[in-house]
């Protein structure tokens, strides 16, 4: 489950995206989530925010677009509400939750026999 993440950072990282990887874009590389997430076997679900920011956004678009031209097309869930992380989980009632896809990968895992 990869809720509102950055996966891969460029040279105009912002500087909260600086404050986590450092001021050296040229080991933006090495510190990113690629290319080792592409050699994931297990199921994934990618999530963000309606009130994400559009670089955030992006940053899943991209990884879902890499990951299904890698034959691992991950489910993805747009969360709508903006109560906070409690909206996240479904504790809100909002039926816009992770809670579904969360239950759904569960149940992906435990057909695989993975723990």
């Not at 994400?52 to 993805?76: F, I, N, Y």
Request: proline share 5%; glycine share 12%.
């Amino acid at each position: 489950m990869l809720v509102s993440g950055i996966y891969r950072v460029g040279k105009e990282a912002s500087d909260s995206e600086k404050a986590y990887l450092g001021t050296d874009p040229t080991q933006y590389d090495s510190r990113s989530a690629f290319p080792g997430i592409l050699n994931v076997d297990v199921p994934i679900v990618l999530a963000w925010a309606a009130d994400d920011s559009s670089g955030l956004v992006a940053q899943g678009e991209t990884l879902k677009k890499t990951l299904c031209g890698a034959g691992h097309c991950p489910r993805g869930t747009l969360l709508r509400s903006r109560e906070g992380i409690a909206s996240a989980f479904g504790l809100d009632g909002s039926g816009e939750s992770l809670a579904e896809p969360t239950l759904l990968l569960v149940r992906q895992l435990e057909a695989r026999g993975l723990p």
